[in-house]
């Protein structure tokens, strides 16, 4: 699986990593649900273009890998709600004056983003049952009852999808292993505005916190333990 | 600042990040204390050795690198001590059978950690008033009363110092960030058992949640702020 | 003080309190906030009214002690715009099928409440600066990025008002104290829907977790650590 | 079942309660533990006598009723043992200097409780499978891993007892509720030292958060979900 790192992670990094022994599979649970984070115009631009242009619609959208990504939601999306998975997005909530805060200091231009840039795309918008968790911080666990909900819904693990790789995704991926939630992240339905940053956030999240895989071999998995019989 | 990445991170990557308007200085408030995390042994061997020699001692330990950072850590510790600054060890308690979890299926090696890899080498050992936070989870802020402790001491701002780069100490980071603390990582005072994921990992701190600076740096900056005349 | 509890809080239970050392004053700090829970249409009814009547208009209304306690809140909340004290609501977000959980299993008539019970009556409604905390349990901390905004405004110490002294009042206070904020609650700006259970919450908050006083000694008491001279 | 609470409790109370939609059993789910809360000399005395006695030994101790709830704690250990329930111990750790904060203002006394109360009287002690969760504040949720190991058993129900009714036992049956778990509060296996206080705190339970019942109750309904055929 090391060509989803290689030309930034060397051979002796990985080798590092193996012989301190990390990076064992997690497996998945009997009780998965779908994480879709920060899938909004604001990450992806207004349509398909290259970051230069993307970055011109919203400062922080990553332009068409965000795109290829979204095709991938798009596929997890749909078997998910065949196969009666629970989806839940976690998105950015409008920033408001009082938001600025650390985050206004480091990144003063995320404050100014334009209200289109809070919608979803409709390749993956959200349908009246899926529950929605509005946020303000880049981690989904922080200042939202999504812990609440999981335990409600009797999950046990985790996929996880959508922006920023190094950003809101990592940063739930790190809550949701410490709060013992199998997670799995297919490397094709996240993305990032830098390819180095993005391919280094997935061997570290591979190397630690959880199983990175591809949206095919993860949905024949999904098949494997008996989900999406139904569809 | 770029040249603490380079050979990673590219120009490119650094150019988008900047098109995007990250990174921008977080500055420090009129309150901060120090997190020193994870400084057993078990992060870094029993004595100063290369990384290949220190894994014999346990397979968490990173060796040379983190021998280097503890002269930082015991630089910036001795200043805080002496400047009043509180200091606070988050650090990993010995694994039970039941801390197992995911964690023990990610990384098996890490629940057979010897009794002495917990201890704390003298050069950064606790003093008897600094705040013990034993932890089972990468961030400092997890299943501790971290928080509690911060708001008790009218704390606004963190020095977080330690290892790993990527694990706990930037898991801390990022909840410190989401909390509104304002958060400095002395880049020479933090360490990794990979030089490229230390070094993106670093990146992405200071692109998004921190400043990152080095120790001397950061020591003149807290004598500017009116910190150390005790001393 | 005792008055406040009396009839229900036998001298007996007032004094193996004292015996145990409980109920010192915690005393406020330098720089307190507002919060200002549920106090909405929900919790109140429509109009001033009898408890029977208001429950009418929806089930969780507790009716004329509610609207007696919004005289005093207003007073309250008017003292604290001119002090410049923050102020934050945290309230009930309308409930959507999917919040249904244990809260619906325990209470289901809460789940349908009008709309109009979300809304805020105009003598407490928030201004555009004010802080706006949806939630969906009962602690203004659990689910919200209420913490966040406390250590990036430097808050240290807590005013409490509203609804329900037993429920989402005293959870609050309960959250606020073990995140070692310095709690007051205006004994007559919190409401209930039954006597008994309203005195004994002050009284158990007043010996574990808060000062309780009324709202007119707090604001004499704020006077008095200098804030309020611009009014 | 309004016995638990009469003589302070009124029917008009109870008649709001009801009126308002209050106090629906919320049953338990397929998966519970056992937590057992501050059972320790501390909040007992060394030896079974009453509480203007016990006090002497610890401020903090309630005397024979927790004498009494340990003899229903013990039964619900044994029975949660032989049907392979976990069992967790959240449990106060021994105050140091840094821990005073609000609470060292509050219950002054509460601090300089001797080592000996710290440790569990033998009736109820905990085993080494036991998951021991050492606290510095009320709830067993607040600045522990608890969530976290309660994920990873795929819990889903809390019996919840120990003491104090009003304190630690409360504050950690509503972070379950917020939670999300089924709470069952066995009214004879949690203590306070005041009666008063116990039964409002029950009733507040009962109607808010939890099912409460009897420990015999409680175990009949246990054994008749399949539980406690292997004792």
Redesign the interface.
């Known amino acids: 699986m090391s060509e989803l790192w290689s030309g930034?992670?060397?051979p002796?990094?990985e080798r590092?990593?193996a012989?301190?022994?990390?990076?064992?599979?997690?497996?998945m649970g009997s009780n998965p649900a779908l994480l879709i984070i920060d899938v909004q115009y604001r990450t992806l631009g207004n349509t398909p273009k290259p970051?230069?242009e993307a970055?011109e619609d919203y400062?922080?959208a990553c332009g068409d890998v965000g795109w290829t990504a979204v095709d991938h939601i798009a596929e997890l999306l749909a078997f998910s709600r065949s196969a009666g998975i629970p989806v839940l997005y976690p998105h950015v909530a409008p920033k408001l004056?009082?938001d600025s805060?650390?985050?206004g200091?480091?990144?003063?231009?995320?404050m100014g983003v334009a209200a289109k840039g809070y919608e979803f795309p409709p390749e993956v918008a959200p349908l009246e049952?899926d529950?929605m968790l509005p946020?303000?911080?880049?981690?989904a666990f922080?200042?939202?009852?999504?812990?609440?909900?999981?335990?409600?819904l009797?999950v046990?693990s985790l996929i996880i999808t959508g922006c920023s790789t190094?950003?809101c995704v990592r940063?739930t991926v790190?809550?949701a292993?410490?709060?013992?939630?199998?997670?799995t992240v297919p490397f094709d339905a996240v993305y990032d505005?830098?390819?180095?940053?993005h391919k280094?956030?997935l061997?570290?999240m591979a190397q630690?916190?959880?199983d990175v895989t591809s949206t095919s071999e993860l949905i024949a998995s999904l098949r494997s333990l008996g989900y999406g019989e139904k569809s």
Chains 1, 2, 3, 4 share one sequence.
């Not at 922080?142 to 409600?152: D, K, Q, R, V």
């Not at 505005?193 to 940053?197: I, Q």
């Open positions: 930034v992670i060397t002796d990094d590092r990593y012989r301190a022994g990390f990076g064992h599979p997690v497996g970051f230069d970055v400062s922080t004056s009082y805060g650390v985050l200091a480091k990144v003063p231009s995320i049952q529950i946020k303000k911080h880049p981690s922080f200042g939202t009852p999504l812990i609440s909900y999981l335990i409600g009797g046990d190094s950003g940063s790190v809550d292993f410490a709060n013992n939630f199998r997670v505005r830098s390819e180095t940053v280094v956030n061997f570290d630690k916190y959880a």
